[in-house]
């Protein structure tokens, strides 16, 4: 049996142990390029052979650099690009269409919601939201649901959300999730009111689907990484010293710096731990780390983001802005 696996697991060494699982798999993942956990992860997992990679991300020069890059690797791979901008709702329906007209794909196995951003300024989106939690998490919920006829056409399918043990920094404001029009934004704050949606957006996915379509749903918090994309905007001394402030603000004594820095190939771990460990089912909808479920009791997770009221209450007010609904 593979693992158990630690901190200083390596994807490339759960792939390995899960090579026989991987094969012929079709894996659609977000967030896709060089430097980034998307990027490390969709190499990583090309060496075991799966059936088709789909990258999506915003950049299409990123895009076709990182798939030149697995074809040349991995040959017998088939890859597919795919381009879409998380914080346009348009955009995410145009995407969603394309991936629902791919005849030659009429099932995926897995869906890795890796994109995001954080710590950025006060923006709204076209679509009148605020950046963080569009792009973080209604546009990973509305492409989700829209293709979600090719996920339950899959055997066993998996959905992988990306959060951070930053959700600590923020329940959902569900009267106020555009912080007063700015007047009272912290972007610490914001990022982390996303990330608690990503754990409570997986929560109701297992709920949901979980039955239904033996469909199984994992967030993630992959560790601290400074080497990736998410963090060249930040000067990240004085990011470290703000993120700190607002977190003694908010009482938190477990913080960031209680936590070591990991490379691209041990953050990416729990990506693969997620999306493919085969005695991962009674933990649906379970957050995890570390390459391993969490412990509510000793790791940083927040009650708020593992309530199930709390889950259905952002799946209703998530339905009401992106206009559609999704009754399972």
């Known amino acids: 049996m593979p693992g158990p696996y630690s ?13 026989d699982i991987i094969k012929g798999k079709v894996i659609l993942t977000t967030g896709v390029s060089p430097g980034s956990l998307g990027g490390y992860f969709v190499q990583t997992v090309a060496k075991a052979k799966p059936a088709w990679l789909i990258l999506a991300a915003r950049n299409p ?3 076709s650099k990182i798939s030149s890059e697995i074809t040349s690797a991995s040959p017998e791979v088939k ?27 009429p099932a995926i196995d897995v869906l890795v919601n890796n994109a995001g951003i954080m710590a950025v300024d006060y923006k709204l989106t076209e679509d009148g939201i605020e950046s963080h939690f569009a792009t973080n998490h209604l546009g990973p919920f509305l492409f989700t649901n829209l293709i979600i006829k090719k996920l339950t056409a899959a055997k066993e399918p998996r959905i992988v959300n990306i959060s951070s043990d930053q959700h600590r920094m923020g329940a959902i404001r569900f009267h106020d999730y555009n912080f007063d029009g700015g007047n009272t934004y912290n972007r610490w704050v914001a990022y982390g009111q996303s990330k608690t949606a990503n754990m409570l957006f997986t929560l109701s996915l297992a709920q949901k689907l979980g039955v239904k379509h033996n469909l199984q749903a994992y967030s993630v918090h992959p560790g601290v990484i400074i080497e990736t994309n998410l963090t060249g905007h930040l000067d990240l001394q ?9 977190d003694r603000a908010l009482g938190n004594k477990k913080g960031w710096v209680s936590e070591p ?6 953050g990416t771990s729990t990506h693969v731990y997620a999306a493919f460990d085969p005695n991962l089912k009674p933990h649906n909808g379970s957050y995890l780390l570390n390459s391993r479920v969490s412990d509510p009791y000793e790791d940083t997770v927040r009650p708020y983001a593992t309530s199930q009221v709390e889950a259905e209450k ?5 339905e009401k802005l992106v206009g559609q609904e999704f009754p399972y």
């Open 7 to 19: 901190a200083n697991s390596t994807a490339d060494e759960l792939v390995a142990d899960y090579a």
């Open 61 to 63: 020069d990123k895009l």
């Open 79 to 105: 890859v597919r690009t795919l381009q879409v901008d998380l914080s346009s709702f348009k955009s995410v329906r145009d995407a969603a269409a394309t991936v629902n007209s791919w005849d030659d794909i």
């Open 238 to 246: 004085s990011a470290l010293a703000e993120m700190k402030q607002t």
């Open 261 to 266: 820095l990991k490379t691209l190939a041990q």
């Open 314 to 318: 952002l799946w209703r007010l998530s």
